[in-house]
């Protein structure tokens, strides 16, 4: 499948959820943040991306080790 094609069709997936949690909010929320039309979609998108960013981060920053990690010279 063609990443720009597979990219539109999880934007596609995103927007439908979007749209659903406004046609159909939660009807019994607990919190205040849950009486927010399409939150949980929102929240965890962004937090899925600041993950995404962080791993990266982390994987630069700590992991990746210097072309001449092992010589000792």
Known sequence: MNP???S???MAQILAL????FIFP???PHFWW???PAFDIFFG?????LLIV???WLAH????????YYNHD
């Open 18 to 21: 979007f749209v659903l949690g």
């Open 8 to 10: 539109r069709i999880m």
């Open 45 to 49: 998108f962004l937090v899925s991306i």
């Open 54 to 56: 962080f791993a990266k």
């Open 61 to 68: 920053n700590w992991l990746l080790k210097d072309k001449d």
């Open 26 to 28: 939660n009807p019994h």
């Open 34 to 36: 849950q009486k927010i």
């Open 4 to 6: 720009t094609r597979l």
